[in-house]
């Protein structure tokens, strides 16, 4: 039998569907989807590791880590992508109609991404372009943006290890029930502008197979780096 929800570390991955995963987001919070590189960081950083713990729905992002947690834990887990998620929300018909507000890293990821959505029939959004966060990672002009817009929906498509401390900050104080969606790069996969992932990539557990081929130098490095996870569960 699965278990529906994992503890690891005080984060609970939820080994749901799609639409309970909607379900339990559609009342506020925040969803992260967390890779293996940056999970094998969490005893160092402790702000990233208290972000995740806090987060209304953490889903089974990383192939690696979902093998882990067989091996070692003997839990038997469906890996559930931020692609994969982020995929099916952008094509959930009952989500066409609302607000959506989209924090980019850049006017040129922007752009693409606005452009993307409007051809998937999303006409009520906006996007933020993220400054370059420090040590301290709050952002009380988006907060006001938000604030004052008001959309159901939240995506952030920065990097890890920031965007959830971020929305830890958004989801304390913002004075709405705004449902903040975590997943980085993967609205980049969809667009094409990285990697090309897709259903078999994901499904199969390549997307690091292909990430590698696609951008060694980057990439070489957070695949060292997701080794590392393997010392938390001892």
Not at 24 to 43: R, T
Not at 204 to 218: A, D, Q
Request: aromatic residues 14%; positive net charge.
């Amino acid at each position: 039998m699965k278990k529906k929800i994992i503890n690891f570390y005080g984060i609970k991955f939820y080994n749901h569907d799609f639409k309970k995963l909607i379900g339990i987001l559609d009342n506020g919070g925040y969803l992260v989807a967390p890779a293996a590189s940056a999970l094998s960081s969490i005893k160092m950083n402790t702000k990233y590791l208290e972000a995740l713990q806090k987060s209304s729905v953490a889903i089974l992002d990383s192939g690696f880590f979902c093998i882990l947690l067989k091996i070692f834990k003997k839990k038997n887990v469906n890996k559930y992508s931020g692609y994969l998620f982020l995929k099916t929300f952008i094509n959930y018909l009952p989500i066409k109609k609302k607000k959506l507000l989209l924090v980019d890293p850049n006017y040129l990821e922007s752009k693409e991404n606005l452009l993307y959505l409007k051809k998937k029939n999303f006409n009520n959004i906006k996007s933020y372009i993220a400054p370059i966060y420090r040590k301290k990672i709050e952002d009380y002009k988006l907060l006001k943006i938000i604030n004052s817009y008001k959309p159901k929906y939240v995506i952030i498509n920065i990097g890890g290890e920031t965007q959830e401390i971020l929305a830890l900050f958004l989801n304390k104080n913002l004075n709405r029930n705004t449902s903040i969606i975590c997943t980085g790069a993967a609205i980049a996969f969809l667009t094409k502008r990285q990697a090309p992932i897709n259903d078999f990539v994901d499904k199969y557990y390549l997307g690091w197979f292909v990430r590698l081929i696609y951008n060694p130098k980057v990439y070489f490095s957070r695949i060292l780096n997701s080794l590392k996870l393997i010392k938390l569960f001892f």
